[in-house]
């Protein structure tokens, strides 16, 4: 078993779909209509057919309340990897992305930075540990 489809509900699709392909650089893999949404997911740019993130319409009461309550407590909805969280905050920083506070390392825990994806959610980006050899 393993992970293909993650979801995140955003509180507009559209708006999503610009933030986590022109400024975090995920690429669109999948955009059809469903019900009264779209089914969009995006997957990494170096990974056309790794795991996909949904965007997920807030439809639902529930959802929304889930989603609103996460971010009100400054609680990340779900976690990205990133080989390089130093320099992957830097490029993101540049391209205005809203971070609650620098990289930060705590003992026994990877380097890990939260920031705003303006669809109503924090994510949280956490360093892939490297390899040795």
């Known amino acids: 078993m393993r992970v293909r489809l993650n979801s995140i509900v955003v509180d507009d699709q559209e708006k999503a779909l610009k933030f986590y392909t022109e400024v975090l650089g995920f690429v669109k893999k999948t955009d059809i209509p469903a019900g009264g949404a779209r089914w969009i997911t995006v997957v990494p740019s170096d990974e056309p057919d790794g795991p996909e993130l949904v965007l997920e319409p807030s439809g639902y009461d529930f959802a929304t309340t889930y989603r609103r309550a996460l971010y009100e407590k400054g609680i990340p909805y779900t976690a990205l990897a990133s080989d390089d969280v130093q320099a ?17 390392a705590v003992p026994g825990f990877p380097a890990m930075a939260t920031f ?6 924090y994510i949280m980006m956490y360093e892939i540990e ?4």
Do not use: H, I, M, Q
């Open 88 to 104: 992957e905050y830097e490029r993101l920083k540049g391209r205005g992305v809203v971070f609650k506070s620098p990289p930060s």
């Open 116 to 121: 705003d994806d303006t669809c109503g959610n």
């Open 130 to 133: 490297k390899k040795a050899g």
